[in-house]
């Protein structure tokens, strides 16, 4: 089975072309899966349903939660499908079987006066305040996740058209900056960053203050320490700029296709949770102008 995993991973990297982050995912739940079978002395390819379905309550059964056992059936399908095709199996033991049922949890989202507040706290009185101004209103104004932000180049952004170019994962997509972001994102590449960065060479857009590419750990960082400064309670991560991001554009009448293109979904399912938070919005609008409201 090893090495029956390790082609299939190969394949993965070079024909599906997955990103690390996702193969280190396939990694884990398969090698996962290889243990159990290696353990119950079974062969790989001769599991039957049942068998499938035992390696499921096993899991439930060591504490596993719904969310972790869906992804690792779905890599065990994955698995089998490459061997059916193969035909190194006769039959995808994982046929019909069913994943079990995640409840969705609801993003935490910022409302509009609780980001404004977050993005007034950086003030350009220094480098950092400058970077951290850009930084804040940029992941703000695209709604980019925080691997991406912090991955970007100077040259992914063209300050004179006022759109950033994202690449993940060899797929990309073009994002318009909006003008309060634009402007805060001129002052640090202008006045900040030159002075931050100690070799000439550096390409990242964002750096630290040792002139570096920023971690997704100094970002998480810098926006708890303005979370604080706001008095805010709530939880604020990256990822919950990106959700507030998505919620504010649908709730001022964005379309859900053009959120979905921003976003970077490859699903609209994943872009169409937002809509609940238009409800609201839409029961504000109905009462004020339906004259039998």
């Known amino acids: 089975m090893e090495e029956q995993l390790n082609l299939f991973f190969k394949f993965l990297e070079e024909e599906k072309k997955v990103s690390t982050n996702t193969l280190q995912s396939y990694k884990r739940d398969l090698v996962q899966f290889e243990k ?9 390819n001769k ?32 698995f089998y499908q490459y061997e059916t095709k193969n035909k190194n199996v006769e039959k995808d033991p994982t046929e019909g079987i069913q994943s079990p049922k ?9 409302t ?19 970077r951290d101004k850009a930084m804040l209103e ?42 309060m972001s634009l402007k805060a994102l ?23 203050v040792n002139g570096q590419r920023l971690t997704r750990q100094g970002f998480w960082k810098i ?10 309670e709530k939880d604020i991560t990256p990822h919950v700029l990106r959700h507030s991001f998505a919620t504010h554009l649908l709730q001022n009448g964005a379309d859900l296709k053009s959120i979905q293109t921003m976003l970077g979904h490859s699903d609209i399912l994943s872009t169409q949770i937002y809509m609940q938070f238009q409800d609201e919005s839409l029961k504000n609008i109905y009462k004020k102008a339906h004259p039998r409201a």
């Open 186 to 208: 001129k002052e640090y590449i202008s006045n900040a960053r030159p002075t931050m960065i100690k070799d000439e060479n550096e390409k990242a857009l964002f750096v630290n």
């Open 36 to 44: 159990y079978v290696e353990e119950n002395e079974e062969n790989y």
């Open 112 to 130: 509009s006066n609780e980001v404004e507040l977050l993005l007034e706290q950086p003030k350009n009185v220094d480098l950092k305040g400058t």
């Open 223 to 232: 926006i708890k320490y303005y979370k604080e400064q706001a008095h805010i």
């Open 102 to 110: 995640i409840e969705k949890r609801v993003p935490s989202v910022l």
């Open 138 to 179: 940029f992941a703000y104004a695209t709604g980019m996740r925080v691997t991406e932000i912090i991955s970007l180049n100077l040259e992914d952004v063209n300050t004179e058209t006022g759109y950033v170019t994202c690449r993940n994962n060899k797929k990309e997509r073009t994002i318009p900056i909006g003008n």
């Open 47 to 78: 599991l039957t349903g049942e068998e499938i379905k035992d390696y499921i309550k096993y899991m439930q059964q060591i504490g596993k939660k719904a969310s972790t056992i869906s992804r690792g059936l779905a890599s065990i399908r994955s």
